[in-house]
């Protein structure tokens, strides 16, 4: 997961020209965070309304003494979207923890890690 934070480098004193200070936009990152957390949720959320309408064919088809081959093909096209969209969620979350991990292993212990960690 590469999202672009802003970094700005500046000198901290003219008598000690080796120090530099580094600032983070952290409020920026956090804002990406929580748009792919949103994303997510809105995946997830699509995934719920197929498997409303999955159940809604099955019973249709169940129901049919001769069923629709319409309706077996929809069924079909519905399964084949939620399996396309889990692995979009499982994709997004991997990458997700996989950023995490890094802060970890750079050692940061900052409150906006904490916070990915639960969400995810």
Do not use: W
Request: charged share 40%.
């Amino acid at each position: 997961l590469s999202m672009p934070l802003s970094v700005s480098l500046q000198a901290k004193d003219s008598d000690d020209d080796d120090e530099v200070t580094v600032s983070v936009d952290r409020d920026r990152f956090m804002d990406e965070f929580f748009e792919q957390v949103e994303e997510i949720r809105g995946f997830i959320d699509k995934i719920s309304e197929n498997v409303e309408e999955v159940k809604r064919k099955h019973s249709a088809i169940l129901a049919s003494p001769n069923p629709d081959e319409k309706t077996k093909e929809e069924l079909e096209e519905l399964m084949s979207d939620i399996k396309k969209t889990a692995n979009k969620v499982r994709s997004k979350l991997k990458s997700i923890e996989q950023s995490i991990e890094q802060e970890e292993g750079l050692n940061r212990s900052s409150a906006d890690l904490r916070i990915r960690k639960t969400q995810v």
